[in-house]
């Protein structure tokens, strides 16, 4: 059975992650709050954030970047996107 979240990017019921994305309460938070649609699609724009952004995992100011970028996109506010982005048609 596949379990509910009410998403906080999409603003509705929709099915929820398996299992939190990582350990601690951060991976708790978006288990119980980010639909499974949500969470696919921050993993997609991180790759393309980091690798349009040539950002550097080992620079602990730019993983904190990229973490409140996570929150920004998971929020639904706005959030980095890499220069010259335009946003697929839906």
Not at 15 to 31: H, M, T, V
Request: aromatic fraction near 10%.
């Amino acid at each position: 059975m596949t379990r509910s979240v009410l998403c906080k990017k999409f603003q509705k019921e929709l099915p929820g992650l398996d299992k939190p994305p990582y350990p601690g309460p951060k991976g708790q938070e978006i288990f119980e709050n980010v639909s499974k649609q949500a969470w696919e699609e921050w993993l997609d724009h991180q790759k393309m954030l980091i690798n349009e952004g040539q950002i550097n995992l080992t620079d602990k100011e730019a993983r904190k970047w990229l973490n409140e970028q996570m929150d920004l996109f998971l929020s639904g506010e706005e959030y980095a996107r890499p220069e010259g982005y335009t946003p697929p048609k839906e």
